[in-house]
């Protein structure tokens, strides 16, 4: 079966009732990203920051997988379809999708602040000033936050060199190191691009472009790759 990687962004789960960051009415547009999402803003205000990660974790309790990533759960009949995510919803999952790697980390789960290997499931959305871990330290939420490392690229970067088929899904390529993959990708694997708004994909030639919202754009690539077998 042909390899297909999938990165995947915000915008695969707009069409589930989930904020992405950086449209009009993003996230980032009413947080200061730097105050709810980097090690500075947790030293300086725990509260602040567990009530963000509380907010979005409430909402996705409230959601459900959308069309676009249940088509791609179903991809999996006929390749073998790696999802690589810059989401930490659990919707892929849900859906159905059974290779998924989360770049920026996982909102149901905690992790200790004196061992990241200390990590633990949510029970339901809140995480309180006061949940500790086994070493006694302050749980904090299991998200990679701006400045911190990403522990997953590594093998992401070897799925990406792996790929038969690459496809970049409601992300807008802003982020590094997720969004320097692409590098990494064979030379003659075909790209595909699905996104209703323009990306600046850094003058990377040969992209197929599906100008259309995850549910319908992984419908029609499901028909291209069906047409290239
Ligand atoms: N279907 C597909 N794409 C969509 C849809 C949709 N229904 N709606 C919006 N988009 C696209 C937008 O056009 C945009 O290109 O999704 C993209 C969302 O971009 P961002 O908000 O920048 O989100 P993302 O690229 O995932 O951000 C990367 O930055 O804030 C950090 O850690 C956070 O993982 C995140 C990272």
């Not at 892929?92 to 149901?108: F, I, K, Y």
């Not at 990590?119 to 990679?144: A, F, M, N, T």
């Not at 690539?221 to 077998?229: P, Q, S, W």
């Amino acid at each position: 079966m042909k390899k297909v990687m999938v990165l995947t962004g915000a915008g695969m789960s707009a069409e589930s009732g989930l904020r992405t960051f950086r449209e009009m009415g993003g996230l980032w547009e009413e947080y200061d990203v730097y105050q709810v999402a980097s090690p500075a803003g947790w030293a300086k205000d725990q509260d602040l920051v567990l009530r963000f990660y509380n907010e979005r974790r409430k909402q996705l309790l409230e959601a459900a997988p959308n069309r676009g990533h249940f088509s791609l759960a179903e991809l999996e009949t006929d390749h073998e379809v790696y999802v690589i995510t810059q989401n930490i919803d659990d919707l892929h999952e849900r859906a159905g999708s059974t290779r998924v790697l989360h770049l920026h980390g996982e909102l149901r789960k905690a992790r200790s602040t004196v061992d990241p290997g200390l990590i633990y499931e949510i029970d339901g959305w809140e995480l309180r000033k006061g949940d500790l871990c086994e070493k006694g330290s302050q749980l904090r939420p299991h998200v990679v936050w701006f400045g911190e490392a990403v522990p997953a690229i590594e093998e992401a970067s070897r799925l990406a060199a792996m790929a038969d088929v690459f496809v970049i899904i409601g992300t807008s390529m802003n982020v590094y190191p997720a969004a320097g993959l692409i590098e990494y990708v064979p030379s003659g694997a075909p790209v595909y691009l699905i996104d209703p708004n323009e990306v600046n994909m850094a003058g990377i030639q040969g992209i197929h472009v599906i100008r259309k919202a995850a549910g319908e754009g992984v419908d029609e690539l499901t028909g291209f790759l069906k047409n290239e077998k």
